[in-house]
């Protein structure tokens, strides 16, 4: 009894061990530590010819662990270092209120208004031709072509039109005001990228009942309206999710590429722009890992709603 009892103990010791080292926590914290790693690395050798240079005119003779130390502290360094990033981030993040314009939050806040603005648009369109393509024929056929090559724009070709056009129309003809008008341009970029997912996606959930299904709906004289309403709409919905999570992403980033020809002064574009003219490195990967941050909230938020929703209909967690 006593040696069966000590290989239960055994293998229930070797299933727990399993199950810690294939948890996701486990899988996401080697990942991040290995791209720590590897940043520290490539900062150390893209830092080290200027460091180097620096010591050789001012006649400093340092030990390899001073010189790697120096490397990893310059003020404006080729690649800021981890800790340098993760410094300046938490000093205009945690040190500084969110209403002021030093405050990253405060940038994050300008950009995050135009992403959703540009989300929320670009979701309605893409909903709205995606049940336009699946229900008319000749809108199939003639419009799907245009929206996928209308993805084949350069967003950095397109941006500075769709700036002039939008402040052209909205602060000469309409007399909004400058700040009105820059925002209604990024959120136009933002509707730019965020719509196609939403559209592709949306076709193929609409699409995704099977022909039995849809036998089924006939069988029962239903309308088109009602296999809509409770057939192809719920059957699309984890696609839609699925593609607004891609769309949200897009949305951001188109809003921070709007911010560079817009002339912003606020926003995490304004922030790099401003950072790439006095070359500050540190400050324009602050405003990197904000956006990411940033990033990561909103597909969060989306993955939310899409388990709420489906709560409510009825679905089993996965």
Do not use: C
Not at 117 to 137: E, K, Q, W, Y
Not at 251 to 278: D, F, N, R
């Amino acid at each position: 009894m006593t040696a069966a009892a000590g290989m239960i103990d055994i293998k229930a010791e070797g299933g727990m061990a399993r199950r810690f080292w294939s948890s996701r926590g486990v899988a996401v914290s080697v990942i991040v530590a290995g791209i720590v790693v590897v940043w520290y690395v490539a900062a150390f050798l893209l830092n080290a010819p200027f460091q180097r240079d620096l010591d050789r005119r001012a006649e400093i003779e340092r030990s390899p662990i001073e010189f790697v130390i120096a490397t990893m502290s310059q003020p404006k360094p080729t690649l800021p270092a981890p800790h340098q990033v993760a410094v300046d981030t938490w000093q205009t993040v945690a040190l500084v209120s969110p209403f002021r314009p030093t405050s990253l939050l405060y940038h994050a806040g300008v950009t995050l208004a135009s992403t959703l603005a540009g989300f929320i648009s670009g979701t309605l369109l893409g909903i709205v031709l995606a049940v336009g393509i699946v229900h008319v024929r000749s809108l199939d056929k003639s419009l799907m072509p245009w929206v996928i090559s209308s993805q084949t724009i350069p967003i950095l070709a397109l941006a500075p039109i769709l700036v002039v056009v939008a402040f052209n129309l909205f602060t000469g003809q309409m007399k909004f005001p400058t700040d009105l008008s820059r925002f209604v341009a990024k959120a136009l970029i933002s509707t730019y990228l965020s719509f196609f997912p939403v559209t592709v996606g949306m076709v193929k959930g609409l699409r995704s009942p099977s022909p039995i299904n849809l036998d089924l709906m006939r069988t029962y004289n239903a309308t088109r309206s009602e296999t809509f309403w409770k057939l192809r709409l719920p059957s699309s919905l984890p696609f839609l999710f699925t593609s607004m999570k891609v769309a949200v992403a897009a949305s951001l980033v188109g809003a921070i590429v709007a911010e560079l020809p817009t002339g912003a002064v606020a926003g995490i574009g304004a922030k790099l722009l401003v950072g790439s003219y006095y070359s500050q490195s540190i400050q324009m990967w602050s405003a990197l890992v904000v956006g990411s941050l940033l990033a990561a909230v909103l597909v969060t938020a989306v993955g939310v709603v899409e388990r709420r929703v489906n709560r409510m209909m009825g679905a089993r967690p996965a």
